[in-house]
């Protein structure tokens, strides 16, 4: 069999991508509130980063998204789906991926097999054609290892295919947990925190995997990002989020003007980390 | 007809072996075979869509990219037409790039991916003449919209449906190529900043084939993984010329980081590797033989030693016992496999080494291993090699003797000279470095001196011009001492100092940080940076021992005095190392000229100012305090 690097193996199979509409959400944990009627849209193929303070409801957004967490109030559309009144594990269904602040892999499987449980959505066998591996079960197993290495060979990390995710450095972990969300073949991905402890160079990697990502497979992205500069260059739009309200969304440059933003965020003590 | 050219030979073999596999890469995971059939298909196409693009005879393609087969398939391409190819370093600066483009009047570049393309989109409006940049990676070019850019599949589109309209082209093109056209041109590793273009024939490439494959009968069953720069003549030479002319199998790695385990893999047969190679491998093994257990450290030494005791006989050619025999199997089962294995060395058959000198201490471990290692000696201008050992006669002083169809004779001042079908037809649109490379009736003048031992062995002693005259008057190579430095698992690269007006011999040493590094964590020794790390007095002090070790095998008047661990590692980048990385000791001895300087008072330490630019241009100042080890009594 030939796989060529012209191939483009995520542009079939995947479930279509669609608007992601967040309307009047509001989030409260007993008395504090979390989030407080936020609304905003993310279109398909677009990179949106929601930055904000520590505690402005970040991640908070992200987990309403991916139906870990239910607001109490409003809605978040995804085609005909009401995300907010989903569970979590409908959404590789939807083709809703996303990575964690802490890298949540299994550390004592090996690089492959992670990304290979990336695949469990689009795997339709059962335990027993899979221990017999034969006929279909084999083209299947074949197709879905086909597609992890375009994932392997997109985020270069050949050399560590066959390596324990445990012993490898924080920064790879990073990389083959993204590896894992790709291997879903997802419309939308969400990143919580994708360069979190990284240094400079493995930030550079993975802003332009991320770049890679979106331009090339055309995954609509939403990234949750404490580094300011790296947000700015590499976003289609910017939300800014304090104390759990909206208080600026738009491309960079408007955001980047916008006075609310400016007092919040860029003027005070976190301005200093662009 | 006879195969005088490398696309003629590619035809014969897709007639000869057909479906045989010819070339394989590794890519998503398996190996992906093409056979001689599909090459010279691949080849037919890539070449007529050149040709549909405006490709002419005498045309020069540039190359950038890692190995892989459309590299190669770039290159017989171009020579199908009647042209050229070029391969550029990778790693070459922006400047290198735009200097061969244009000294090339290059009209065409084959690419790998995104960084490449990149770089040649910076240099763009300094490259007036090139037309066409082809790339076969497509990985982030989507957005791309430039009218010169064009993916690899598409010219062999368009050469495919050239050959629809004009079935006979090809073969005819092929045809009248010549033996005396040129192949490739080849960078030389210039000790001067621009690096020379060397004209390599056909014939050149034909007739090294023919030398050493006489020397050495490679065959078409043979593994060869291709994983050091095609760029490079040494891998050319084994790779391209060695491969067309017996049918072997050529195979790719994944990427620079699998190298390893895709020798592994491919098992391969025959391997030409520069000495850092082979001491990166020897390190390697010194480290993981400390870190096992208590028992394998055992048998390894216990095999080694009779290891060592074995090669010493063949090196002295003795008749091998039975004993011996039974011994050799012993070794090589209960140890040497392995640890060959995870070399990839456990089925070579022919290693050899080239391109600088290898100490001898390195060359011993790999004969003790059972390794079939051999010196070759040659260089660009001869097409990469000239002189190699014959198996069975083998001696890690020596080269070896002249391959057949190579001439080799020591000029009055000892300088090497090399005549025969495998020296190059001059550099490119340079006649005045031309003529200073040849002597008046032909002789490549290869710039090391040398002389013949009993057994009609050349030996090598350096480049002439860095033989120095120590201060009592002997001669001595300062190679020689660097390479004995380097056997140490802890020392990367050395510069030796001491001829002419200097007193007493000096070095700077690289530490090795990753075994270093591994070394202090072992000894609970904290460390920040490189620069810290070599500055630790722990440090130091191992080093030390290597140096006393070093010294005990040198007359006394070569002795290293003092020594100091430099700041920072020698880099291709920072012009210390060529791109081979050999030591450009004139450079580095008048950029360092401080260090030396302190090296030569009696000062124990010295401090400097480094300025360190990083690969995107930015420059910073470091102060650093270097110590300086004395051994002098």
Redesign the interface.
Known sequence: MRVSKFDRPYESGRPERHQLRVENISLSFGGVRALTDVSLTCEPGEILAIIGPNGAGKTSMLNCICGLYHPQKGRIMYGNHNLARTSSHHLPKMGIARTFQNIELFRHMTVLNNLMLGRHVHMKKNILTALLYWGWAEREEIENRRFVEHVIDLLEIQHIRKQMVGSLAYGLQKRVELGRALAMNPGLILLDEPMAGMNVEEKEDMARFILDINEEWGITTILIEHDMGVVMDISDRVAVLEFGRLIGIGTPDEVRENPDVIRAYLGQDHGGRS | MTIDTLPKQLRENAQRFGNKIALREK????W?SISWAQYLERVQHFALGLHSLGFKRGDIVGIIGDNRPEWVITELSAQSLGGASIGIYQDSTTEEVAYIISKCDMRFLVVEDQEQVDKILDLWDEIKGVEKVIY?????L??YQHDFLM?F?EVEALGAAFQQQNPSFYDQSVDQGKGADIAILSTTSGTTSRPKLAKITHNNLIGMGVGLTSVDAFGADDQFLSFLPLAWIGEQMISVACGMRVGFALSFP??T??VQ?DLREIGPRIIFAPPRIWENMLSQVQVKIEDTSWLKRRVFDWSMRHGYRLADKRFAKQELTTQDRWLQRFLHWICFASILDQLGLRYMKWAYTGGAALGPDVFRFFHGMGVNLKQGYGQTETTGICVVHADGDIKFQTVGKAMPGAEIKIDPSGEILAKGTMCFAGYYQNEEATAESMTADGWVRTGDAGYFDDDGHLIVIDRAKDVMTLHDGTKFSPQFIENKLKFSQYIREAVVFGGGDLPYVTAFINIDFGNVGKWAENHQLAYTTYTDLAQKPEVYALVLQDVERTNADLPNAAKIQRFLLLHKELDADDAELTRTRKVRRGYIAKNYQEILDGLYSDKNSIDIQSVITYQDGRTATLNVTLRIESLRK
């Not at chain 2, 890519?27 to 398996?30: C, P, S, V």
């Not at chain 2, 076969?136 to 982030?140: S, T």
């Open positions: 890519e998503y995971g398996i992906q076969y990676d497509p990985k982030g989507r957005e993916a599949p994944e990427e980081g699998t385990s």
